[in-house]
């Protein structure tokens, strides 16, 4: 008598619970099946999910899930089996053919990545590699991960622009921005010269299928004849993003892996130019292939805002409208656009930080707790918030521009002065805008955002004010001014990452005198390792095919609904700007919309 097939055998194939579409218990099995488990196609394109040695342990709860899952897909091939077996002559037929259940074969192009890890490998194509996206973040975070080992074992790097470049060239164009980790730079110079082997150069046009055709002939050679996984990052201007993809999607793409494809920022400039955009690159490519890239999603301080709500019990019972008086979303750069003024002329800082960056920091402050970490789960949260928030009428918005100015001696340049700005623009380079969530956490409370260039300091952070002690008893021991009593919770995202709680103490003493203090995570006080750059982290996850920190379709279209018509309004009407000097904490007009809704900015203080 042959005995069962084991959990882990008879579940060895991805399709195995999914051969009995007419069978209504086999359709209730695939539905509890995650969506990650289900091969995906188009075009040649594969998506089979590739976990690094890099990646964490999951939780306990995420673990029993696959554990479940396997379980339903091994009851899934028992089911095929016994309808197969259904005609059986006699009940000894019928035992016999359940107890030698075989699992189903494989689609001759779906990969079991966990049982053939070692005949994979993942080809690496930088799209734009001599521009100064490529060099600055993207190499740099490459080599990162694979100074950390969080590659896999069999990777290629290939470099793709019009530029004409040698593979040494590249090597010594990259080498130059390559930096090491803290704590492992003893082998720097070994793991440098290891990773620079594995880098490699493409020239061609971006929307010529010949000169991708090339390419992919380089990389089968590399790939010599494993799985081919294949990951393209457009680090290109945006008017050429079809192109590409089209030209990688019918030649340069996986013939029996999976393809992912890295869209970065900006997608689009409004509703009708992103929903194009979307239309047009989903000719070529599957949603689940399209990995729109948010650096600011990367950030340490922003991965942890779940993780601080969601398993501090302190935390959870505050984050509603009964506690918190506002929220502030923060972001200032202490320069000026430095020769990028004919990009950002083109988009402002509406576009280029608030509709994006802000934005998901809002929605993923402001979510409701998912049914789990699934990706899909916490962008359908994500989803929610967006679309429960208020339109913004331009009352509600304040815009400026920075002008020259001079302080101790050094002069600093307007942003007109920008010789790729025409002299008469409008773009603002600063906006705070007041926004409101219509849910029944959030009804009422003021989310106020403020972005801008060429400010007194460099920072991004999120602010929480709580609402006053109602009857304080100290009221008259912490002075006239209710706000200086008021607890404050402040995620620094950069630079100098932290957490802390402003609350309200005695100071040492006879008498009863209070101070406000804080209690303060430092993160580089707590923590001796170096915090990775937000792009190693979202190139790792594009690699394992994780997409929770990546921006689906629908949460663009909602964020562009809420910002689109705003934007076309002070378009239209020209809005002229408030001036303000380089270096100032932007325009006056911000601090009267915050008083408009009893909020005062929390950067204006002293914190630390």
Known sequence: MTALPSPNHCCSSSSSAYSLNSSIGIRQIQRNIPFSLIPQK??????????????????????????????????????????????ASSPKELKEGLLTVNPPEEDENTVDSDAKGDDS????????????????????????LYYEDCLPEHFTIFGYARS??????????????????????????????????????????????????????????????????????????PNIFVDAVKCASRSASSANGWTR????????????????LTRSLKQYLEEEQIFRIDHYLGKELVENLSVLRFSNLIFEPLWSRKYIRNVQLIFSEDFGTEGRGGYFDHYGIIRDIMQ???????????????????????????????????PIHVDDVVVGQYKGHTRGGQSYPGYTDDKTVPEDSLTPTFAAAALFIDNARWDGVPFLMKAGKALHDRRAEIRVQFRHVPGNLYYRNSGTDPD???????????????????????????????????????YKARYAKEIPDAYERLVLDAIEGERRLFIRSDELDAAWSLFTPVLKEIGEKKVIPEYYPYGSRGPVGAHYLAARHNVKWGDVGVDE
Not at 56 to 66: C, F, G, I, K, Y
Not at 121 to 144: E, N, W, Y
Not at 500 to 520: C, E, F, H, Q, T
Request: charged share 25%; with cysteine; glycine share 4%.
């Open 42 to 87: 188009k075009f040649g394109f594969k998506n089979v999910s590739f976990r690094s040695k890099c990646t964490p342990s999951l939780p306990e709860a995420v673990l029993m899930q696959d554990v479940v899952s396997k379980i339903l897909s091994c009851l899934g091939a028992l089911a095929t089996k016994l309808v197969a077996t259904n005609e």
């Open 121 to 144: 490998t993942v080809s690496i194509t930088i799209v734009g590699a001599s521009g100064d996206l490529a060099k600055k973040k993207i190499f740099p975070a490459l080599f990162a």
């Open 164 to 237: 004409k470049m040698t593979d040494a060239e590249l090597r010594d164009m990259v080498s130059r921005t390559l930096t090491c980790r803290i704590d492992k730079r003893e082998n720097c110079g070994e793991k440098m010269e290891q990773f620079l082997k594995r880098c490699f150069y493409h020239s061609g046009n971006y929307d010529s299928e010949q000169n991708f055709t090339e390419l992919d002939g380089k990389l089968k050679e590399h790939e010599a004849g494993r799985v081919s996984n294949r990951l393209f990052y457009l680090s290109i201007p």
């Open 261 to 276: 494809v890295i869209v970065e920022k900006p997608f689009g400039r409004d509703s009708d130019s992103s929903a194009a």
């Open 356 to 390: 994006n960056h802000l934005l998901q920091i809002l929605a993923l402050f402001a979510m409701e707790t998912p049914v789990s970490l699934d990706a899909e789960d916490i962008r359908n949260e994500k989803v929610k918030v967006l679309r429960s928030m208020r």
């Open 484 to 522: 200086r009593a008021t607890n404050e919770l402040v995620i620094r995202v950069q630079p100098d990452e932290a957490i802390y709680l402003k609350i309200n103490n005695k100071v040492p003493g006879l008498g009863m005198r209070l101070d406000r203090s804080n209690l303060n995570l430092l």
